[in-house]
């Protein structure tokens, strides 16, 4: 099994590798857990292996609750809700995480759900291809919450070499078993961002979590145009903004219960912009207003802008500065923003920064 290389800095601790069965972890400021097998050994890998993590985010949970005992039955119900919808595959992969971790299957549902137990998310995407970057595509994309501060340790990259499809991969909070980031090993790189500002707070739990879409998505989409046959065709549970690319070409899709159109024909070609509000002017929603969609206008226009200005020019460099750059100062990042990435197809890489934690590290994707 091909291991992953994570390339950091020299004033980062060594790498440490540790395995377990089939799959293997690699200790660094960025967890990398490697898992293979059936869906039910996966499981079980990523419970032995991630069980540090998940106490910790299970602390994190407990201390935000405290002694409210409403604000707990609510995210045991949120927690119950996502998950009587997941598909077969992904309850064996929990009872196999049940037994590699030694925590009952109700602590795994609740910490699945720490990110619909607080959703109060304003995150951002930048990809420049062509007359933009001067040659190679690169993919920017801050995650930013209201939450999370306290479990930054908590990151971590999970890379799946299922038996019954191509690898993929995910980067999030340790527990959540869906995609809000996430790789295959065609190329394709998955990023969500909060769409309810425009399309609404309505959560459909009789269907599938759509961040659970996402992720089975991966292990079936050769390339861009398959992840347009599936998007297109798949009924959305909430409101999202969906940033995808390939090596040549990036797009954003608005997604809702309501259907699904295209954003990215609002910026010139070789460069894609999203935040938190849909652009199609096809869609019937009334446009919210900056303060309703976390400054999403101000974000987004900062980010065109400041495209325009390095136009041509834009390489991994330059994008980093670009994510660097505070609202107050023309950028899109905020004291939300919890962690950042970018994507490099030419090289099968991405890096990432968690904001005042670590500086930009490299990891060899597959």
Request: glycine residues 10%; charged residues 20%; proline residues 5%.
């Amino acid at each position: 099994m091909r291991r992953l290389l994570l390339l950091i800095s020299a004033a980062i601790t060594p790498l440490l590798i540790f395995s377990c069965e089939d799959g293997n972890k690699q200790e660094s400021p960025i967890p990398v857990i490697s898992l293979s097998g059936s869906w039910y050994e996966m499981g079980r890998q990523y419970g032995r292996q991630v069980l540090p993590y998940l106490q910790d985010t299970r602390q994190y949970l407990e201390d935000r609750i405290g002694n409210d005992s409403q604000k707990k039955e609510a995210v045991e119900l949120t927690a119950e809700k996502l998950f009587s919808s997941y598909p077969d595959s992904l309850r064996v992969f929990f009872d196999g995480m049940r037994e590699g971790s030694g925590l009952p299957l109700s602590t795994l549902k609740v910490l699945n759900a720490i990110e619909y137990a607080e959703p109060d998310f304003a995150c951002a995407g930048i990809a420049v291809w062509g007359d933009y970057s001067g040659g190679e595509l690169l993919y920017g994309r801050n995650y930013d919450a209201l939450s999370y501060r306290e479990i930054s340790k908590d990151i971590i990259l999970t890379i799946y070499h299922p038996t019954d499809s191509p690898a993929f991969a995910t980067l999030g909070y340790a527990g959540e078993i869906y995609c809000v980031n996430g790789w295959n090993s065609e190329g394709l790189f998955i990023e969500l961002n909060n769409g309810q500002p425009s399309a609404g707070r309505d959560y459909h739990y009789e269907l599938e979590p759509s961040t659970v879409s996402l992720l089975m998505s991966l292990g079936t989409s050769k390339g861009i145009d398959d992840f347009d046959s599936f998007i297109t065709s798949t009924r959305c549970s909430s409101g999202y903004m969906i940033g995808v690319c390939d090596s040549l070409t990036a797009r954003s899709y608005e997604w809702s219960y309501e259907g699904c159109k295209r954003g990215d024909g609002s910026t010139p070609e070789g460069l894609m912009v999203q935040t938190n509000y849909f652009v199609n002017p096809e869609w019937s929603y009334p446009t919210p207003s900056d303060a309703d969609s976390w400054q999403g206008h101000t974000r987004r226009n900062n980010l065109i802008d400041l495209a325009e200005r390095h136009k041509g020019s834009i390489n991994l460099e330059t994008m980093q500065k670009i994510l660097e750059t505070c609202i107050e100062d023309g950028g899109a990042t905020s004291e939300y923003t919890r962690y950042q990435i970018i994507y490099q197809p030419s090289g099968n890489r991405i890096w990432v920064r968690i904001p005042g934690e670590l500086e930009w590290s490299a990891i060899d994707l597959f």
